[in-house]
C-alpha cells in the first residue's frame, strides 16, 4: 500500500480515471487495513469510481469512510453494504452520491438503530411517528433508486425498511425493481407488519417490478407464513417470485402466502407479468416434491383466478446440474402435474397470453 501511495505521489492523476470499481470484504475477520491513514489517502484519489462494494467488515469509526463525502466521490451509481458495522452518519456519508441508482442491503449494525430503545422490536415502536428521533436514511438519497436490494437479517434492516417506507417523497424511480429477501427465521411477527407496510407504501409505489426472495438462500422464510396477512401487489407491473428447495423441502409457506396475495390482487390492478423461479439445490426425478401437496392446489387455484388479468407468465427450473433430454423431460411433466389449472389456462387455451416454462 505504501508502494501504491508512492506511485499515486509521483503522479496524481494515476488513480483518477481508473478504477471505476472497488470492492472491501474482510470475511467478518478484524484487519488494520481500514484503518490506515495511507488506505484513506489512496481512496481519495480515485474520483471516477461507479461502483462501490463493502461486504463483511466493521468500518465504524474507520477515517477512510470521509473520501466519501468529496465531490470527487458524486459520480458512484451503485452502493453494496452487507453485513458491515457502522454509525449512521457514515451509511448518510455512503448514501450522499447524487448519481445513485442503485442500492443493495443487508446484514446491516447501524450504531444508532442498534440501541437497546430500538432492539425492542416487539413493543411495536413506531418509527414514523413525529416523537421518533432516529435519523432518516431516505432522507440522504439525493434521487430516487433504480434498483433497491434489501436483506431483512438485523435489527437495523428493519429500521432502515420502515423508514423508508414512512418517507414523504417516491424513494424509488418509474420503473424501477425492488428486491427483497425476507427471513423469518431472523424477524419477529412486528417485522412482518413493516415488511407488509413497506410494499404497500407511497415512497416505493413507482416501482415497477417486485422481486421477492433470494434464489441463493434455501427459501424465502423458515417459518410458516401461511397465517401472515396478503401482500398488496396491485401496484407493481410485474411481480417475481423466487423460491429454492433443498432436498428434502416443499416451498409449502410461500406458496400459501403468494397465493394469498395473488388472491387479493384488484381486478383493475396494472399488474400483467408474473415470473415464478424454483431452484433445485439437489434434483433427484425419483423423489420430487408431492404433487398431491394442498399447497400446489392453492397456488395453482390463485394464479388461475379471475381477479388476475396476467398477460404473461414464465415459470422457471433451474438445477445445479446438467441434464439429460428425459431429466427435463420429466421435470417439465412433474411441474404440470403440479399446476394442471395453470398448464390449462395459460399453456393450453388459445387466450393470447403468453407463457413459458423453462428447465435448465
Excluded at 396494472?270 to 423423489?287: G, S, Y
Aim: with cysteine; hydrophobic share 40%.
Amino acid at each position: 500500500m505504501a508502494m501504491l501511495n508512492q506511485s499515486c505521489t509521483a503522479n496524481p492523476t494515476l488513480l483518477a480515471k481508473y478504477p471505476r470499481n472497488l470492492n472491501l470484504w474482510s470475511d467478518g475477520d478484524p484487519t488494520d487495513l481500514l484503518n490506515e491513514p495511507l488506505f484513506g489517502t489512496i481512496v481519495s484519489h480515485m474520483q471516477n469510481l461507479r461502483t462501490v462494494s463493502v461486504v463483511e467488515c466493521n468500518i465504524e469509526g474507520r477515517p477512510f469512510i470521509d473520501a466519501f463525502a468529496a465531490p470527487t466521490k458524486h459520480q458512484i451509481t451503485s452502493l453494496e453494504l452487507r453485513r458491515v458495522n457502522l454509525t449512521y452518519h457514515e451509511f448518510a456519508t455512503f448514501l450522499s452520491s447524487p448519481c445513485l441508482t442503485h442500492l443493495n442491503l443487508g446484514g446491516l449494525v447501524i450504531a444508532e438503530y442498534e440501541s437497546n430503545r430500538t432492539m425492542n422490536l416487539e413493543a411495536g415502536i413506531d418509527f414514523s411517528s413525529p416523537n421518533c428521533s432516529l435519523p432518516q436514511p431516505q432522507s440522504a438519497l439525493k434521487r430516487p433508486l433504480q434498483d433497491l436490494r434489501l436483506d431483512l437479517i438485523k435489527t437495523s434492516d428493519a429500521v432502515v425498511m420502515d423508514l423508508i417506507a414512512t418517507a414523504r417523497h417516491p424513494v424509488m424511480a418509474e420503473d424501477s425493481l425492488i428486491n427483497v429477501s425476507f427471513s423469518s427465521e431472523w424477524c419477529i411477527d412486528e417485522d412482518v407488519y413493516r415488511f407488509q407496510r413497506f410494499i404497500d407504501c407511497k415512497a416505493v409505489k413507482f416501482a415497477q417490478t417486485l422481486r421477492l426472495g433470494d434464489p441463493d438462500d434455501q427459501y424465502f422464510t423458515e417459518e410458516d407464513s401461511s397465517e401472515y396477512t396478503p401482500l398488496k401487489f396491485d401496484t407493481f407491473k410485474s411481480v417475481e417470485l423466487f423460491v429454492s428447495l433443498s432436498r428434502d423441502r416443499t416451498p409449502e409457506f410461500e406458496s400459501k402466502w403468494w397465493a394469498k396475495s395473488l388472491r387479493a390482487v384488484r381486478a383493475s390492478s396494472p399488474l400483467k407479468e408474473l415470473r415464478l423461479q424454483i431452484t433445485f439445490h439437489h434434483l433427484d426425478v425419483n423423489d420430487l416434491p408431492d404433487v398431491a401437496a394442498t399447497e400446489w392446489e392453492d397456488f395453482d387455484d390463485a394464479l388461475c383466478g379471475r381477479n388476475l388479468a396476467l398477460e404473461h407468465l414464465s415459470i422457471d427450473i433451474v438445477t445445479m446440474q446438467s441434464l439429460s433430454a428425459q431429466i427435463e423431460a420429466s421435470v417439465r411433466d412433474w411441474f404440470s402435474t403440479c399446476l394442471p389449472g395453470v398448464r390449462e389456462e395459460y399453456f393450453d387455451k388459445g387466450t393470447g397470453k403468453t407463457a413459458f416454462l423453462n428447465v435448465y
